[in-house]
């Protein structure tokens, strides 16, 4: 990239307004509606977390630059304009304490995304070079290592080998002509591998064809987390050439939640052209393989359980039923937590703040909210489907002695599955 100043910043932000950002900004009444929907001013009740506020640096600039009040409060001296200082200053605001959840856009009630409007906004702040140094470092071990925490291709064949050795099964790397090519993140490669091998032990059962890609096992998107496109596009791109190399007529995101969305629903626009395959993630192929019969479970967990929803697999990427239909395999006593679903709270560690050791202390003081809500359904066990979800819950249950453990759904379901005893 570019060196990052003042003015690139400011060029940024221009360039992030488009028409629908101009709507949303004149649209808005300034009801507040959105503070009561993010966590962020929920658990802190600081009006300065309120979502829309977040946005002040760019709201500045449109109504300057693009309005007449704001044209004619500029040149009145009424309106003071962006500086370094205020973009320093909002970095917190932008990055420490928003997680991309989207609850602020689904109770706006003219309909304004504020979150597409946070996104855009981070692209003048990495422009400008005032992006969280955590965040920064992510992205750039993503584009010159391949990940966002520096796993290399080295580091995932010794875990393979390792679940390998432990499961006898085979975990496949670079098979040209599979159906299915599997993403992985990170987190699931060093810290629960056990979802690697419940991919192999499933998919084994299904008869379902897959493999790995060396040069693109990452689904992490660095770029859509820090607010550049530039990035983003060149990990969605490394993806799309892996599949494209490997013929392969599926890409599976993982149990990781912005990763999908990433992927999904943004790769293609990144990229500028539709894949040559689709995108599934492994929660909607594990539902498909159970009503087409190609994996059964047995045994019922008795243990009182609930699930996380992660929010950009199911507020923003739709996929509500398809964890349900799965608990149902594997639990006789599942209960929701209050505002499940596409209405869920956020765990506080999503859009790279987990990434971000300037918000470790904001972001422990806002999980009160999610642990309040496990407590209320008075589970003994949480399940969720995403690694960040996963690592950033038990971490908040650990800092307020809540001893539960957080599983993985796919593992869940691998741990429950029938296998026949000629295919085990």
């Excluded at 996104?119 to 003048?124: I, S, V």
């Excluded at 202390?361 to 979800?389: H, P």
Aim: glycine fraction near 8%; proline fraction near 4%; aromatic fraction near 6%.
């Amino acid at each position: 990239m570019s060196k990052a100043t003042l003015e690139r910043g400011l060029n940024a932000f221009r360039e992030q307004i488009d028409a629908p950002t101009a709507t949303f900004f004149s649209s808005c009444v300034s009801c507040g509606m959105c503070a009561e929907a993010c966590l962020f001013y929920t658990e802190t009740g600081d009006p300065k977390y309120t979502p829309i506020h977040k946005l002040e640096p760019m709201r500045r600039i449109w109504e300057q630059e693009y309005t007449l009040v704001g044209k004619i409060k500029r040149v009145l001296g009424m309106e003071q304009p962006v500086t370094d200082a205020m973009l320093e200053e909002w970095q917190e605001l932008l990055y420490d304490s928003c997680t991309l959840c989207g609850r602020c856009s689904m109770v706006c009630p003219v309909g304004n995304d504020i979150t597409y409007m946070i996104r855009k906004a981070r692209e003048g702040m990495v422009a400008s070079g005032n992006a969280p140094d955590g965040v920064k470092g992510a992205a750039t071990r993503a584009v010159n290592i391949g990940s966002p925490m520096g796993v290399t291709i080295k580091a995932l064949r010794a875990q393979i080998r390792h679940i390998e050795a432990d499961t006898g099964l085979s975990i496949p790397v670079d098979v040209e002509g599979a159906d299915y090519m599997a993403l992985l993140s990170s987190m699931e490669i060093m810290n629960f591998p056990e979802y690697i091998a419940a991919l192999g032990k499933i998919f084994k059962q299904a008869g379902v064809s897959w493999t790995l890609a060396s040069e693109a096992f990452e689904a992490t998107n660095s770029g859509i987390q820090i607010g550049s496109s530039d990035i983003a596009r060149e990990l969605v791109e490394r993806i799309v050439d892996a599949a494209d190399k490997l013929k392969v007529k599926y890409v599976i995101s993982p149990e990781c939640g912005h990763a999908y969305t990433a992927i999904r629903w943004e790769g293609p626009n990144l990229v500028g052209r539709p894949y040559p395959f689709k995108v599934i993630h492994i929660l909607e192929l594990l539902d498909e393989l159970r009503k087409t019969g190609r994996i059964k479970t047995e045994g019922l967990e008795k243990d009182r359980m609930t699930f996380h929803d992660p929010c950009s697999i199911v507020r923003k990427g739709g996929v509500v039923e398809s964890p349900r239909n799965l608990m149902k395999m594997v639990t006789s006593n599942f209960v929701e937590m209050a505002d499940h679903g596409k209405w869920n709270w956020c765990c506080g560690g999503g859009g790279g703040v987990s990434s971000n050791e300037d918000a470790d202390e904001l972001r422990i003081q806002v999980f009160r909210r999610k642990k309040g809500q496990i407590e209320d359904t008075g589970a003994n066990t949480l399940v969720t489907a995403c690694a960040n979800c996963r690592l950033v819950i038990e971490e908040g249950l650990e800092e307020y002695s809540v001893d539960m453990p957080v599983l993985g759904l796919t593992e869940l379901v691998a741990d429950h599955l029938v296998v026949d005893e000629e295919e085990g």
